[in-house]
C-alpha cells in the first residue's frame, strides 16, 4: 500500500477558510488557549503518528488479526507499542475534560484527527475511539467519585473502555435485553448476562478496562425506560487507586468478521461483575444515547477516513498505471500507453471519491462545529440552534458519510482493476474496514429512521429550518460563474421542503410511511448537504485562487459535484413521493 | 448459512410461460430432443449437486482457501470429489458439443444451471466455467487434430482448462502483451512469458490443465492486432492420447484475494513452454472474444447467483429475527418483539434484492434465448436479430448483473444487522466473492465503454432497434392494471432514444464524450431492460393468478420495481446530458 499522506492543507482551508472556527472558539471561554496555529500543531502532531507509526502497521495487522486463546486476546505486533504512543502524545484524551488531565480541544479539530487515525487503521482507532466514548459518558454521568476512581487512568490511556449495549436476541431492539442488575449491600451491582459485538471488549493494550454495560435492574419498567447503566471494571480499583483483583467479567470468544480483522469483537460474559450505577436507575438508555450522540460524527468520520486513503492510493495509481491511450489525443508517445486518469471513466471514479472525500471532510467539520458550539457557546440562543443543527445532522453525518464512504471504496477498488482485489495492494481492506461503519452503532437504517421520524416528522419540520436558513445564507450572496450551480441548490432546497411537506402530510393516515422512505430522505438531506458545503469551499476559495492556485481544484470539483452527483436526488425525490404503497403489497407468503 | 433451495419453479416459469423458450426448441434441429420436461429434468439434477454437495462446502472452503508449495496448488477440501461427481454428470459439457460427448444444451437452461452452481460457490464454479470457455475457444477455433486430441477428456472433465491473457504490465490494454511464440520447427511453438490473474492455471482437480495463451508471434505487428492465440497443455500428450511430459508452464504463486478464496488465481511462468496456434495468426483476440462474449454472460451470472443466495438467506433471516415492533400494527403480541420484515426499510432491502434477482433471472434468460437462437436458428434474419441483441445486451448483462448483484449482496449483508459482518453466516461472503465479477473479464467500465462506444455508436444506434422492437411489442398489448407502468415503460424507453441522440450528435466535436457517460448509460439500458423483463414477467403471471396463486408475488415485485426502482433512470439521464464536461475541468495538478 502506498504510504499515507495526511491532508494538512485541506484540514486547515476547511477549519479556517470554510467555516472560520476560529471566530467561534475566541467567543469560547474553554477554547481560551486554542486559535488556528493550535489546530495546525494538532494536525502536524497527528500526522506524525498517523503517517509514521499506525498506517505503516495496518496491512499487517489485518493479515494477522487478534487472537483469542482461553479468555485473552492478543492484538497484532505493533499495536501495543502504538497504542502506548498514542496515550503518551495525550491523544486518548483529545476532547475530554482538561479537569482529568484531557486536552479538551474543540471537536472540529478532533475531528480532523480521528481522519487521519481512520484513514491510517480504523482497527487500530477503535481502541482509543471506544475509551474516548466511555471517558466522555462517565464525565456527563457518572458521580465524583467514579470520575475520580477511573477518569484520570482512562484519559491518560492506562486503561481503555468498553461499551456493552448488544445482546445475542437485542441489537437494535435495546428494550429487550436480559442483562440484569442486582444491588449488593455496599451500594454496588452483582451484573449478570451475556454481551456480543463488544469493540475492545478484552485485549492486550492496557492494564485495566473499564466497560460500561446496559442492564435491567429487578424493579425495571419494562421496554427502554428499564435499562440503566452500569460502570463495570476487568479489575476492581483498590482505595488507594492501584489494581486490586479481578472482576467477575471475561471475553467468551472474538468474532470471526468480514473486516476490522485487528479489532477485537468480543463476547462477554457478565457472572454476577461488580458494577456501579452510572447516572440515574432506568435512565440509561439517554446517558448512552448522549455519547453515542457525541460519537456518531466519529463514527461516520470512519467511513470518510477510508474513503481519504483510498482516494490517495487510487490517485497514485490512476497516475502511474498506463493502459490504453487518451480518446482525444495521446498523451505519453513516447511509453507504450498513457496512465489511466486520461480515461473519462476513470476521472469520473477518482472525481466522485474526490468529491465525497473533500465534501465529507467540510461536512464532518461543520457537524463538529455544531458539536461545539452546542456545548460550548456562551449564549443560549446560539447553544440552542447549533443543537437543533446536531440534532439533525448527526444521523446524517453517521449514515451519509458511511454510505459515501463505502461507494469510494468501493470506486477505489475498482481504479485499480484486478489489482483492486488482491490484498497486498490493500485497497479491498479498505472495503471490508469501511462496511462495519454502516452497520453497527446503529444501522444505518436506523439513522434514517431517527432522522425522518424522530427530528424531521418529531418536530413538525422545524429541526430542518438551521440548515436550510444556513443554505439560504450562503445562496444570498451569489458566487461569480456559479450562478447556476447556485440556482441549483436554491432548486434543491426547495424539494427538499416540498419533499418534507408531502410526506408529513401522509403521516396521520400511514403509520408506514416513515420507516419505507426514510433511508432515501437521508441520501436526498446528505447530497443537498453535500451541495451546500461545496458551494461553501467553493465560495471560500474563489477569492483566494490568484495567491493560492491549488484552490482551483476546488471550484472545479464544485462544479463537478453539482454536474454528477447532486443530480441523484432527481431519483430520490420520485421515489419518497411513492411512499409506502409499493412495500406493502407484499403478503409474507409472497416473498 | 442456511441451506441454499434452487428456485426450480421460477425457473421453470421464466423459461416456459415468459420467453416460452420451448417454442424455439422446436424450430431448431440442435435441440430437436429438448422440451420443457428435459430442461426441468436438467434442473432437478443440476440442483442436487448444487444443494446437496457444493453449496454445504462453501463456508468452509472460503476459510481454507487454496495453498500454494513450490508449484503444486491445493484446492480445499472437498473440490477434488465435487469435481469428480460435477464432471461424471457431464455438467462440464454442458452446452458444449455433442460429437465430442457434450450435452449440447440451449444457453437458456445452462444459464439456470450457472445462477445455482454460481449461488451455491462462485469459487468452485470457476473450475468448470473456465474449462467450459476453453472448450468453447478450441471447438470453434482449432484445428480438427487439437479438437480430436482434447476436446473429449476436457468435456468429460478429466482435464480442465485455463485462460491466460493478462499480464503484470497489460490488463484492459492487451495489445501491449509482451509474451513470445517462436516457431519450432515441428510446426509447434515455443511460449515464454509471464501471465498473472490466471484462474484455475494450476490445482489438483484433474489429471492436466489446457492453457489457452495470448501471445506475439515474432513477425506480429503492434498492437492488438499482432496477438495470436496459443494452446499450451501442462502436460504434454501422447499420440495415442495418454498424458506425456511435463510442459514448461508451471505456477509461481497465488494470489492472496478479498474473495473467492478457494479459486486459485495463479501466476503462471512460460519458459519455451510447447504450444500450438489456434485459428489465424495475428487473430488470437478475436477468437477469444467470440468466446468471452459468449461466457460474459456466465460471468453476470456470477453477481445473479451471489444476489440469489444472499435474498434467500436475508428473507429467512427476516422472516425469523424479531426485534422491534410494526409501525402500523404488532403482529406477534405473545412474543417479546415482530419479526424485522413488518419494517418499512426492511422491505425496501429484501424486495430491492427480489426485484434484482428475479428481474436478474429472466433477463439472464432473455439474453441466453438470444444466444441459442444467434447460434441455431434455421433461418438467417432470426439469427441477425438475435446476434444483433446479443451484442448490444452481452456488456449489459456482464456489468449490470454484476453491479445489482454487489448491491443486492451488500443489502443482503445489511439486512443481517452486525451478523451480516460476521463470517460463519455467509452474507459477507457473498459480498466478497461476488466483487469480482464486477472487475475481471472486462472491467464493468469497460463494458460500458463497449456498450456505448462499439455497439451503440459505432452502429449510429442501429443495434438498439431490436431492443426498442422487443419493448414495443410488450408495450402493444396492455395488461390490464398496469396501465401506468406500461406508459411509464412506455416514457423510459422514449428517454433512452433521446439521451442516444444526444449522446450521439456529441461524438463528433467530443472525443471524451463516450467514456465519460458510459457507465450511466449502461445503467440506463440496464434499468429500463429489467423493466421490460419485469413487466413481460407480469404480463405472463397475469393470466395464471387465479390457478396459480403464488404468481401474484410477480404482479407486485413488478409494481414495486417500477414505483421503486426504476425511477434511478432520472438521475442517470440528467448526468449523462452533461456529457464530459465536468470531468475534464481538471488538470492533472488539481486532482
Keep these: 500500500m502506498a504510504d499515507y ?18 471566530e467561534d472558539w475566541a467567543k469560547i471561554e474553554a477554547f481560551a488557549d486554542v486559535d488556528i496555529d493550535t489546530a495546525v500543531a494538532i494536525i502536524d502532531e497527528g500526522a506524525k503518528l498517523a503517517e509514521g507509526l499506525i498506517a505503516p502497521n495496518a496491512r499487517a495487522a489485518d493479515e494477522e488479526g487478534v487472537s483469542f486463546d482461553n479468555g485473552v486476546v492478543t492484538t497484532p505486533q505493533g499495536y501495543k507499542e502504538n497504542f502506548k504512543q498514542l496515550a503518551e502524545g495525550g491523544w486518548v484524551g483529545v476532547t475530554a475534560n482538561p479537569d482529568f ?51 484520570e487512568n482512562m484519559i491518560s490511556g492506562n486503561w481503555a473502555g468498553s461499551m456493552c449495549l448488544t445482546e445475542p436476541h437485542a441489537g437494535t431492539d435495546l428494550g429487550i435485553i436480559r442483562t440484569k442488575a442486582i444491588p449488593n449491600e455496599d451500594g454496588s451491582f452483582a451484573i449478570s448476562g451475556t454481551k456480543i459485538f463488544i469493540t475492545g471488549g478484552e485485549h492486550d493494550l492496557t492494564d485495566n478496562i473499564i466497560h460500561l454495560v446496559l442492564a435491567k435492574l429487578p424493579d425495571a419498567p419494562a421496554g427502554s425506560k428499564g435499562i440503566s447503566l452500569f460502570l463495570v471494571p476487568k479489575f476492581l480499583v483498590n482505595a488507594d487507586g492501584s489494581i486490586g483483583e479481578r472482576n467477575g467479567v471475561h471475553c467468551g470468544s472474538t468474532e470471526h468478521k468480514m473486516g476490522i480483522h485487528a479489532s477485537a469483537t468480543c463476547v462477554m ?4 461483575a461488580k458494577g456501579w450505577l452510572v447516572g440515574e436507575p432506568h435512565k440509561g ?5 448522549t455519547m453515542m450522540n457525541y460519537e456518531r460524527l466519529g463514527v461516520g468520520i470512519q467511513g470518510l477516513g477510508a474513503a481519504a486513503r483510498s482516494y490517495q492510493n487510487a490517485l497514485e495509481y490512476a497516475q502511474d498505471r498506463i493502459q490504453g491511450r487518451g480518446a482525444k489525443a495521446t498523451q505519453q508517445p513516447e511509453k507504450e500507453a498513457d496512465p489511466i486518469i486520461v480515461h ?7 472525481l466522485t471519491m474526490k468529491a465525497f472525500v473533500e465534501g465529507g471532510r467540510a461536512f464532518s467539520t461543520y457537524v463538529g462545529q455544531q458539536l461545539d458550539l452546542a456545548k460550548y457557546a456562551a449564549d443560549a440562543e446560539t447553544r440552542q440552534r447549533a443543537e437543533a443543527l446536531v440534532q439533525l445532522l448527526t444521523p446524517v453525518a453517521k449514515a451519509f458519510l458511511t454510505d459515501t464512504g463505502f461507494e469510494a471504496t468501493v470506486l477505489g477498488q475498482q481504479v485499480f482493476g484486478g489489482h483492486g482485489f488482491i490484498r497486498e495492494w490493500g485497497q479491498e481492506q479498505l472495503v471490508r474496514d469501511c462496511r462495519i461503519a454502516q452497520i453497527y452503532e446503529g444501522t444505518n437504517g436506523i439513522q434514517a429512521l431517527d432522522l425522518l421520524g424522530r427530528k424531521v416528522a418529531g418536530s413538525r419540520g422545524e429541526l430542518l429550518k438551521p440548515l436550510l436558513a444556513d443554505i439560504q445564507a450562503l445562496l444570498a450572496e451569489p458566487l461569480a460563474g456559479f450562478e447556476a450551480e447556485y440556482q441549483q441548490l436554491a432548486d434543491a432546497t426547495q424539494l427538499v421542503h416540498e419533499v ?9 393516515d400511514d403509520e408506514n410511511i416513515i420507516n419505507s422512505v426514510a433511508v432515501e430522505y437521508l441520501n436526498l438531506i446528505g447530497y443537498v448537504a453535500f451541495g451546500y458545503v461545496w458551494l461553501r469551499m467553493a465560495a471560500a476559495a474563489a477569492p483566494q485562487v490568484a495567491e493560492k492556485p491549488h484552490l482551483a481544484s476546488k471550484l472545479k470539483t464544485a462544479k463537478f459535484y453539482m454536474a454528477r452527483i447532486l443530480p441523484r436526488i432527481e431519483s430520490l425525490a420520485t421515489t419518497i413521493k411513492d411512499g409506502s404503497q409499493s412495500l406493502y403489497l407484499h403478503d409474507l407468503g409472497d416473498f
Design 500 to 508: 418534507t411537506v408531502q410526506v408529513l402530510s401522509k403521516v396521520v
Design 5 to 22: 499522506r495526511v491532508p494538512r492543507e485541506d484540514m486547515q482551508f476547511v477549519l479556517q477558510d470554510v467555516f472560520k472556527v476560529h
Design 101 to 151: 488531565g484531557g486536552m479538551g480541544l474543540p471537536k472540529s479539530v478532533s475531528a480532523q484527527y480521528e481522519e487521519m487515525l481512520c484513514a491510517a487503521d480504523i482497527s487500530f482507532s477503535l481502541y482509543s475511539g471506544l475509551t474516548a466514548g466511555a471517558i466522555m459518558t462517565i464525565d456527563q454521568h457518572g458521580s465524583d467519585e467514579l470520575k475520580a476512581t477511573y477518569l
Design 344 to 350: 473519462g471513466d476513470v476521472r469520473r471514479m477518482l
Design 285 to 289: 438508555l439517554p446517558a448512552m444515547f
Design 269 to 272: 460474559n457478565f457472572d454476577g
